[in-house]
C-alpha cells in the first residue's frame, strides 16, 4: 500500500464505520487493503475470496457512500484476494484479472494510457474508417493536417480508443514529446482545485506545455462557464502554438448544452469525425479480433449469434464475449443458444430497447391519450394534443439516439428548441407529480416489451 | 434384449433416473437412458456429463442384453400404457418394441456402446452413513445455495469431512446455512469438497429415511452408493470460502420462537412486502415482536408475536424469503433467534448442532 493509498483508505475507513456496525467492520474491513487508486477505480485485496462475496453482497452501499464522501463521487470497485495468484479461477472473471496485472505493470507511460488501446487493435469498418483515418494522420503528424480533431459518438463505439491509440502513437514515435490525455472532468477539478489553491499559474504552465492534448468527454464542459473561459484560452496557446489538440464527446459539439459559441466554432474548426455503431461485418471482426488477443476459442455461430444481437455498443459485445467465454470455460459445457441467451439476457434485453423507434412511440403515446397519431405530427395545440405530443419527445429523447433535430423532425418539423423545451417540461412534472410519473412509466414498459 | 415387468416398477425405475437427462443437449445420446438386463434386474443409467444416476428395477428377463432409448419418451410412453403388464424386446438394430394389452409401440435406440461410462471409483475414500442424516442435513442447508454463476464455487453445498463430523454448508453471500453431522472416519478421509446444485438436488430425491449411504471421494468426483441406486457427480473445483468468517461471535438478544407460528406470521405479512425493497421489519419491544412490512401505494401488514424478551427495543429489517426459508425446511418446533443489533447478522439455531446466519437489510428511519 503505498502512502496515497493508505491516506485514502484511512479516510475511507472513517467515513465507514459510523455506516456499519463495529463487529461488522472488524470482521470485514480491517483486514482489506486498498492497493490501487485511479481516477475511476479502487481496487481492493482481501484475505480471501469470502470477504469478497460478503462485501459484495452486504456492505456495498456503505463502501460506495463511504467512497463518494471520502474522494468526492462515486467509483467502480475491485476485489482481489491474496489467495489469487495460487489460485487464478477462484476469484472474478479472468478479464478482471488480466486488466489488474497489465495496468499494475505499466508501460512508462503513467499518462493514464490504456496500452491495449492502440491502432493495431482497433477494428475499421465503413462506420468508423473516417474518423480512424483521420486520427492516425492527426498521429503521424501532429498539428499539420487537422488540429483540432474533434471526434464524436455514442458509448463504447471507441472515442477512448482511438484518443488513446493517438497518445501512445505520438509517444512512442517520440519519447519525448509531452503528451497530456485527461477527461474533461479531471480539467475542471484541476482548475477548481488550482483556484482553491491559488496555484493558477502552475495549472495553465501545465497544460500550455503539452505538443499533444487529449482531453475525453468534453461534453462535460457544458454548464462549466469559468472552466471553458480557461480551456478557451488553453485552447488558444496550443492552437496558436501549432500544437495538436484531439477532442471526444458524445455528441456534436453543436449540441453540447451550455457550451460557448467561441468553443463551438472553435471546436468545429478543424476536422470533426463521427463514430458510428459498427455493422455486422465489424462486429464479427471486433469479436474475432478480441477472442484471439484473450486467446478464447468459440464456436462461429457464437460469433453470429453475438454479432447479429448485439448492435449499438462494441464495449458491450466485448462484455458478453467475455462473459459467454468465461462461462464456456469455468462450466465446461457446450454453449447452446439457449444457454447464451439465458447468460446475457440482461444484456439482450438493454440490446433491444434500444431498437425503439420513434414512430413506434408516437404510436403508442397516442394509443394511450387516445388521441389521433396524426395530432402528433399537427401544428394544433390544444393541452389535450400538447401534453401527450411533450410526452412523446420526451420518450423519444430517452428512449432512442435520435438528436433533438431529428426528434424535431418527426414531430412535424419542430425545432430543437421546441423538443428541448418539452423534455425539461415532462421531467419536471414527472419529478412533481406522480400519476404522471406513473404514466410515462408505464409507457415506457410498454414500448420495451 | 427382452423382458417383461409391470408398469409401476418400470416408472418407478424410469423416475428416479430421468431428472438427470437434460432436455437440450448437443450429444443425442445423453438424452438417452441406458438399459442393462441380466438375471431378473434390468438396470437404468442416465448422465449429463456432470451427473449421472443409476438405478433399476425387477423385471423378468428372458433374453440378457443392453440398449439406450430415449428416456422422456419412453417415460411418456410406457406411463400411457393400457395394463399393467408390459414386455419389451430389443432387436440387433437397438429398435426396441414395447407391448402391453392392445398396445404396440416400437422406438429407435442408439447403440449400448456409445453411451459414456460412469467414473470408475479405486482408491476413493470411503464413508459410510445413514440416509436420513445426509437428507435432513442437505434439507436444510441446501436452499441456501448461490444461483449466481460468476461465482461458481457458491453454486453447490460444502462437505466438509473433520474431526469425525460431517460439516455442510451453503452459502449465497447474505445468507448461509451449516450443519454438523457426527460421523467417523478414519484421519486420512478428512477432505472438503463441494457438491453442486444438480448433484444435491437429486441426492435429496434419492435419499430415503432408511438404509446406509456409501460416500465415495475420487480426485474431482463423488459418488453416492444407496444400495439399489448410485449418484456420481463431479465435483467443483476451487476453494469454498472461509465460511466460519460470517459467523457472529456473540448474541446480546436470544428469543426463542414457535417455528410454524412465527413462519405463519412471516407469511401473512409479507405479502406486503414490495418485489422492490422486499424487506419486512422485526420490531422488538418487551415481550413482544411486531412483524410489518410496508409498500408505498400498494399498503401495509402488521402483526404482533408474544415472546419472551426482555431485551431493549429495537428494530431489524430482512429479506421475508431468507427469513422463511430455513423455517420452512425445519422440523423442528422451537428456534432460537440470536441477534446483536440492526446492523449485525441475525442467526437462527436449533437444539441440534444447526446454524443460519443471515444478513439484515438497511431500515430507512
Request: aromatic content about 8%; overall charge neutral; glycine content about 6%.
Amino acid at each position: 500500500m503505498d502512502e496515497r493509498c493508505k491516506a485514502l483508505w484511512e479516510k475511507l475507513s472513517a467515513a465507514l464505520k459510523p455506516q456499519v456496525s463495529t463487529d461488522t467492520y472488524k470482521r470485514w474491513f480491517s483486514a482489506v487493503e486498498l492497493t490501487k487508486a485511479t481516477e475511476d477505480s479502487l481496487t481492493f485485496r482481501v484475505p480471501n475470496n469470502i470477504y469478497q462475496f460478503w462485501i459484495e453482497s452486504n456492505h456495498m452501499a456503505a463502501l460506495q457512500s463511504a467512497i463518494t464522501s471520502a474522494v468526492g463521487a462515486p467509483r467502480s470497485v475491485q476485489f482481489f484476494s491474496s489467495t489469487d495468484s495460487d489460485n487464478e479461477n477462484d476469484f472474478g472473471t479472468p478479464e478482471a484479472q488480466k486488466s489488474y496485472r497489465s495496468s499494475s505493470k505499466a508501460t512508462g507511460l503513467g499518462l493514464g494510457l490504456n496500452p491495449r488501446n492502440t491502432f493495431e487493435s482497433f477494428v475499421v469498418g465503413p462506420n468508423n474508417q473516417i474518423a480512424h483515418a483521420a486520427s492516425l494522420a492527426v498521429a503521424q503528424a501532429p498539428a499539420r493536417t487537422y488540429n483540432p480533431l474533434f471526434v464524436y459518438g455514442g458509448v463504447g463505439l471507441g472515442k477512448t480508443h482511438l484518443m488513446q491509440a493517438i497518445g501512445q502513437y505520438v509517444w512512442a514515435k517520440k519519447k519525448t514529446s509531452r503528451v497530456m490525455y485527461l477527461s474533461s472532468e479531471l480539467f475542471i477539478n484541476e482548475f477548481i482545485d488550482a483556484i482553491q489553491h491559488n496555484t493558477l499559474v502552475k495549472f495553465r504552465k501545465r497544460y500550455r506545455q503539452a505538443d499533444l492534448l487529449l482531453i475525453d468527454d468534453i461534453q462535460f464542459l457544458g454548464g462549466k462557464e469559468r472552466s471553458q473561459e480557461e480551456f478557451f484560452h488553453t485552447f488558444n496557446t496550443l492552437f496558436d502554438g501549432h500544437k495538436q489538440i484531439v477532442l471526444s464527446s458524445d455528441r456534436p459539439a453543436s449540441e453540447i448544452a451550455n457550451l460557448e459559441h467561441r468553443l463551438v466554432s472553435r471546436f468545429e474548426w478543424g476536422l470533426t469525425a463521427e463514430l458510428q455503431p459498427p455493422d455486422i461485418e465489424t462486429r464479427l471482426a471486433i469479436l474475432r479480433k478480441k477472442a484471439r488477443a484473450l486467446q478464447i476459442k468459440l464456436h462461429d455461430d457464437v460469433y453470429q449469434f453475438l454479432a447479429l444481437r448485439i448492435r449499438s455498443n462494441v464495449r458491450r459485445l466485448e462484455g458478453a464475449l467475455m462473459r459467454v467465454a468465461s462461462f464456456a470455460s469455468l462450466s465446461g459445457k457446450e454453449l447452446t443458444q439457449e444457454t447464451i441467451e439465458h447468460l446475457l439476457k440482461d444484456i439482450l434485453l438493454e440490446e433491444r430497447r434500444q431498437t425503439v423507434t420513434i414512430e413506434q412511440i408516437q404510436r403508442k403515446v397516442a394509443e394511450h391519450f387516445d388521441v389521433r397519431l396524426a395530432d402528433m405530427t399537427s401544428k394544433r395545440r390544444p393541452a389535450s394534443i400538447a401534453f401527450p405530443r411533450q410526452v412523446a419527445m420526451y420518450l423519444a429523447r430517452e428512449l432512442t439516439k435520435a438528436s433533438l433535430n431529428e426528434i424535431g423532425d418527426a414531430f412535424g418539423g419542430r425545432d430543437h428548441g421546441t423538443v428541448l423545451h418539452a423534455c425539461k417540461l415532462v421531467k419536471k412534472r414527472i419529478k412533481e407529480q406522480d400519476n404522471i410519473r406513473q404514466t410515462v412509466s408505464f409507457i415506457d414498459g410498454a414500448l420495451q416489451r | 434384449m427382452k423382458f417383461s415387468a409391470t408398469k409401476e416398477k418400470i416408472l418407478e425405475g424410469l423416475q428416479q433416473v430421468q431428472n438427470v437427462v437434460s432436455t437440450r443437449t448437443t450429444l443425442p445420446i445423453l438424452s438417452n437412458v441406458l438399459l442393462q438386463a441380466k438375471e431378473g434386474t434390468v438396470n437404468l443409467t442416465t448422465t449429463d456429463l456432470d451427473v449421472g444416476v443409476r438405478g433399476g428395477f425387477e423385471a423378468n428377463v428372458d433374453k440378457a442384453g443392453a440398449t439406450t432409448l430415449p428416456a422422456r419418451r419412453l417415460f411418456t410412453i410406457i406411463r400411457e400404457l393400457p395394463s399393467s403388464e408390459i414386455s419389451v424386446e430389443v432387436d440387433g438394430k437397438n429398435a426396441a418394441s414395447i407391448r402391453s394389452g392392445q398396445s404396440f409401440f416400437k422406438i429407435l435406440g442408439l447403440p449400448e456402446e456409445e453411451f459414456p461410462p460412469l467414473p470408475k471409483f479405486e482408491n476413493a475414500k470411503v464413508v459410510t452413513m445413514r440416509q436420513k442424516d445426509l437428507r435432513d442435513g442437505l434439507r436444510k442447508t441446501a436452499y441456501a445455495i448461490s444461483t449466481d454463476e460468476t461465482r461458481y464455487v457458491l453454486n453447490g453445498v460444502l462437505f466438509s469431512f473433520k474431526e469425525n463430523k460431517l460439516m455442510l454448508v451453503a452459502t449465497d453471500g447474505r445468507r448461509l446455512a451449516m450443519v454438523d453431522i457426527e460421523l467417523e472416519f478414519p484421519r486420512s478421509h478428512e477432505a472438503d469438497i463441494i457438491v453442486p446444485t444438480k448433484a444435491v438436488t437429486e441426492l435429496q430425491r434419492l435419499l430415503t429415511d432408511d438404509g446406509d449411504v456409501k460416500i465415495s471421494v475420487g480426485t474431482g468426483q463423488i459418488a453416492f452408493d444407496l444400495n439399489n441406486t448410485l449418484l456420481v457427480s463431479k465435483l467443483i473445483e476451487g476453494n469454498y470460502p472461509n465460511y466460519k468468517q460470517v459467523i457472529p461471535s456473540e448474541a446480546k438478544e436470544r428469543v426463542t420462537l414457535e417455528r410454524e407460528t412465527f413462519l405463519n406470521s412471516l407469511r401473512r405479512v409479507s405479502l406486503l412486502a414490495s418485489d422492490k425493497s422486499n424487506s419486512i421489519k422485526l420490531n422488538f419491544s418487551k415481550n413482544n415482536i411486531e412483524i410489518t412490512a410496508n409498500t408505498p401505494e400498494v399498503g401495509e401488514a402488521r402483526e404482533s408475536l408474544p415472546v419472551v424478551y426482555k431485551g431493549r427495543d429495537f428494530s431489524i429489517a430482512f429479506n421475508p424469503e431468507f427469513l422463511m426459508a430455513p423455517l420452512r425446511n425445519l422440523a423442528e418446533d422451537e428456534i432460537f433467534f440470536d441477534l446483536i443489533d440492526e446492523m449485525s447478522p441475525g442467526v437462527l439455531k436449533i437444539q441440534t448442532p444447526f446454524l443460519y446466519v443471515l444478513m439484515p437489510m438497511r431500515v430507512s428511519a
